[in-house]
């Protein structure tokens, strides 16, 4: 059973800088492609941003193109969430899962095997 862990989350002030690990551990990586998530309090879960395991194609939200880059490290079973220009509106509980890609996007309904999640607050 594939299971993974998110880590990385904290405080940081708006302009800053993070980056999430998802760890996995059960299964082969390469089996997976990785999704990103969030959910902010009182709003649903939302999609960040998504790697495929065929090509490593990346697809992201608007709200986050240009400052969030996924990258996955295979050695390593771990696929990261770079965040740049940190916003107070990216403050949310970010979780990982497992999944593919479908049409461009990162549909939620797609992804599976869910993390714990990791708390990410910007703030001043």
């Known amino acids: 059973q594939v299971q993974f862990v998110e880590s990385g989350g904290g405080l940081v002030q708006p302009g800053g800088s993070l980056r999430l690990s998802c760890a996995a551990s059960?299964?082969?990586?390469?089996?997976?492609?990785r999704g990103w998530f969030r959910q902010a309090p009182g709003k649903e879960r939302e999609g960040v941003g998504c790697i495929s395991n065929i090509d490593d194609s990346t697809y992201y939200a608007d709200s986050v193109k240009g400052r969030f880059t996924i990258s996955r490290d295979n050695a390593k079973h771990t696929v990261y969430l770079h965040m740049n220009s940190l916003k107070p509106e990216d403050t949310a509980v970010y979780y990982c899962a497992a999944g593919n890609p479908i049409d461009g996007g990162c549909p939620l309904s797609s992804f599976g095997a869910w993390g714990q999640g990791t708390q990410v607050t910007v703030s001043s």
């Open positions: 059960g299964f082969n990586l390469g089996y997976y492609g």
